[in-house]
């Protein structure tokens, strides 16, 4: 079974720009979550994606937003970049049928550097 | 939200056992401990969770306290592969849908 993917893997975008970030979740699986990573802060949740509606939500800005596809990819949309979004952004999923006791599997992450 | 301690950082020697300690002292009855750990550059990969009773898989052993406010995740014999920063995490089965709490986690050091 193929696992978690991401792309792109790298990405530099200057400060003001807009991204999107892509996720193509395990086969069956139908939920998808994003985290950013950083050095300061750790992992930090950013939302959940369950059959193309956003079930769970953490504590970021409206510049972070997300959505779910049919086939349940994902993508992640970052507006208006800030030096502070440079992080190493990941998705994980899993079935999304047993709540917080769910096994996510994470992909590889996408490092996103804003100059 | 339950909260995780977690030492800093641990060493241990090639090919022997490695216990990683965990507090978490404000579990509720319905909070499950998972363990995941993430290997240099790469993300983080599940390795085992669990209620109240011990658990066992081809990975490590998770020894839970009687009164659950601390527990064990244990590495039979250390791999320089081990060499990975894990986190001791709680869910609940009713929320946090596909949430997870990262703490800092402990940095695991193996020595040939």
């Known amino acids: 079974k193929a696992g978690v993917t991401q792309t792109p893997r790298y990405l530099i975008k200057t400060r003001g720009q807009q991204v999107t970030l892509s996720c193509s979740p395990i086969s069956g699986h139908r939920s998808v979550s994003w985290y950013q990573q950083t050095p300061g802060q750790g992992l930090q949740f950013l939302f959940e994606y369950f059959s193309e509606t956003q079930r769970n939500k953490g504590n970021f800005p409206g510049r972070f937003s997300g959505r779910q596809f049919s086939n349940s990819r994902s993508e992640m949309n970052v507006s208006t970049l800030e030096l502070g979004d440079s992080a190493l952004y990941l998705c994980a999923s899993s079935s999304g049928l047993a709540g917080g006791i769910d096994t996510q599997y994470f992909g590889p992450g996408t490092r996103l550097t804003v100059l | 939200d339950a909260k995780t301690t977690q030492p800093n950082s641990m060493e241990s020697n090639e090919e022997e056992p490695v216990h990683l300690p965990c507090n978490h002292s404000t579990i509720s009855g319905t909070d499950y401990i998972h363990w995941y750990r993430q290997l240099p550059s790469q993300g983080p990969e599940y390795v085992i969770h669990?209620?109240?009773s011990n658990v066992n898989n081809r990975m490590a052993s998770l020894a839970i306290a009687e009164d659950r406010k601390s527990s064990t995740l244990i590495l039979h014999r250390a791999t320089l592969r081990d060499a990975a920063v894990y986190y001791c995490i709680l869910t609940r089965r009713d929320d946090s849908w596909g949430k997870l709490q990262f703490g800092a986690g402990t940095q695991v050091v193996v020595t040939p």
């Open positions: 669990g209620l109240t």
